[in-house]
């Protein structure tokens, strides 16, 4: 799993793990944050937890060639983005595709795309007047929030909402369908064609 943050979703797929429910097991927990909280997650339940410098790596190829290293030491099968910043590279993309699964806070083709993450996507969707939101999980491809869909669920946007409490109306949505969608995927009952993903 790659994160850069809190972890909350890093945490709400342990749970699932941990409770059974996701037939399937977190074998390494990547940063491109020293101090992200999805690090002290991993440890505090046996995960392994790595971070990885960009800065030290020296340049976006460098960096993603050390990430899909790490990745297939430990024998990936999947990669999930959990709050995950960066923008994956494509050599990563290519070599598990169709296997990174991603969570982004809105209702994808709306409100995504370069620059459209976190309180960015919150507020652009206040500042459009958008009445519903919501969360998507997709698979990753080479251009940012493009890959199919997988789940999608929504929220209403409420009078006098702020990004602040538009997010985490949209964070239960989160906790949700991504655990969900990495369940669906370890039992084997996604199927990709083109564009679409298939519930089985």
Do not use: W
Not at 110 to 118: A, I, N, Q, R, V
Not at 146 to 161: C, F, N
């Amino acid at each position: 799993m790659l994160c850069s943050g809190g972890g909350t979703n890093l945490q709400a797929i342990i749970d699932a793990v941990e409770a059974g429910t996701i037939d399937g097991k977190i074998v390494l927990v990547l940063s491109n944050a020293s101090k992200a909280y999805a690090l002290e997650r991993a440890r505090q339940h046996g995960i392994p937890a790595l971070f990885v410098s960009k800065k030290q790596a020296g340049s976006d190829e460098a960096f993603n060639d050390e990430i899909l290293s790490r990745l297939r030491e430990v024998d990936a099968e999947l990669v999930v983005l959990a709050g995950y910043l960066p923008i994956v590279g494509s050599q990563i993309v290519r070599a598990y595709e169709h296997r990174i699964i991603n969570i982004h806070p809105a209702l994808i083709p709306s409100f995504c795309g370069p620059g459209m993450y976190g309180h960015h996507v919150h507020e652009a969707v206040l500042a459009y007047g958008a009445k519903i939101s919501g969360a998507t999980t997709h698979f990753v491809d080479e251009q940012v929030d493009h890959g199919g869909v997988i789940l999608q669920d929504s929220v209403p946007v409420l009078e006098g909402d702020t990004p602040e409490t538009l997010a985490a109306r949209v964070l239960t949505v989160e906790h949700r369908i991504l655990p969900e969608s990495v369940r669906l995927y370890c039992a084997g009952k996604l199927r990709v064609d083109g564009r679409h993903v298939h519930v089985l």
